[in-house]
């Protein structure tokens, strides 16, 4: 057995960042430079942070009150009238009421919707479970034409969002409230369906996405100081999901842990497992909420609750490994 050796940890001057500011930064940006682009809101202005595009673009702000199958189905009309709708609002909301929209008037129909799901995961905390967004991932990479796209931070978020603006067809952008540390290089391009790899290592591969990418990051930094060398990817297309780097992962490493801020069935984990059963079966370990609703309280407390820690993803590469 190996002792275990505490996770590196971030600088305290390490700057954090709400996604949710560099996503309304890249609409406003977007909006100013093409008169299609537009949002729709679900009298979420404040939490969605459209405030300031509100102001800036009174004509390209439609808000349509709580009324989320309302929201998808407006942006669906937008699009098929030739604008460029981003729908926004809180990701429990938005998928989970609106979800035969986002199959039909979306997935079914091809519209040029772009669904921007705020506050995912357990961001809300202290709001309870009828507010976490954990179930998302399940239900919205199942549908066929809608790309899943969860950006891990700041620069990775402008990036999707300007991609989505190109990409022809449905989109949904996973954007989280949690601060997070920048962890891609200023420049960064985003490419849908490709994983790109934050660091290299031959022993254990490390696939995250959203706000436990830098964790998984720093849980890198701590298997290092044993001698481990594990590869890090950064999933963040999620569908269509890097089937060659997970394939690779599999052959060329000793096994694969996933981390996310959502359920462990039916997400990431789910979507590396059906990869790896169907072509080239290897070790894992799936970390995420075990199938159950989230309990009350702040978001880094859910996430220390369920193991969503560099430490939980350092154990787990250690027990997958043989080596705790």
Not at 19 to 38: H, I, K, N, T
Not at 107 to 120: A, F, P, Q
Not at 175 to 193: C, D, K, N, Y
Request: charged letters at 15%.
């Amino acid at each position: 057995m190996t002792a275990m050796q505490p996770p590196a940890t971030e600088p305290a001057t390490a700057k954090l960042h709400d996604c949710r500011d560099a996503y309304s930064q890249a609409l406003e940006a977007m909006a100013a430079a093409d008169p299609r682009v537009c949002a729709v809101v679900n009298d979420a202005v404040s939490s969605t942070k459209l405030k300031s595009f509100s102001q800036k673009f009174p004509d390209r702000f439609i808000n349509v009150g709580i009324a989320e199958q309302n929201l998808v189905g407006v942006g669906a009309g937008l699009a098929n009238g030739g604008m460029v709708p981003f729908v926004c609002g809180a990701s429990c909301f938005l998928t989970a009421r609106a979800m035969e929209q986002v199959k039909v008037d979306l997935g079914y129909s091809k519209s040029n919707v772009k669904l921007c799901g705020m506050s995912s995961g357990m961001a809300y905390g202290e709001l309870g479970p009828t507010h976490h967004s954990i179930e998302d991932l399940a239900w919205t990479r199942i549908i066929p034409n809608l790309a899943v796209v969860v950006p891990a931070d700041p620069l990775e978020t402008a990036a999707a969002m300007h991609y989505a603006l190109t990409h022809i067809g449905p989109i949904f952008l996973r954007i989280s409230r949690m601060p997070v540390r920048a962890i891609h290089p200023e420049g960064f391009q985003f490419t849908l369906g490709k994983a790109p790899v934050l660091r290299q290592g031959n022993d254990i591969t490390l696939m995250a996405n959203g706000v436990m990418v830098s964790r998984a990051l720093d849980a890198a930094d701590s298997l290092a100081l044993l001698g481990i060398h594990a590869r890090v990817l950064n999933m963040s297309s999620m569908s269509p999901i890097d089937v060659d780097a997970v394939l690779d992962a599999a052959r060329t490493t000793r096994g694969i842990v996933t981390a996310e801020e959502a359920l462990a069935a039916g997400g990431l984990g789910g979507a590396v497992a059906e990869i790896l059963a169907v072509h080239h079966p290897a070790p894992m370990r799936i970390l995420g909420v075990p199938g159950v609703f989230a309990p009350t309280g702040s978001a880094e407390f859910l996430l220390q609750h369920f193991g969503l820690t560099a430490q939980g993803i350092h154990n787990a590469a250690l027990e997958l490994l043989g080596e705790r």
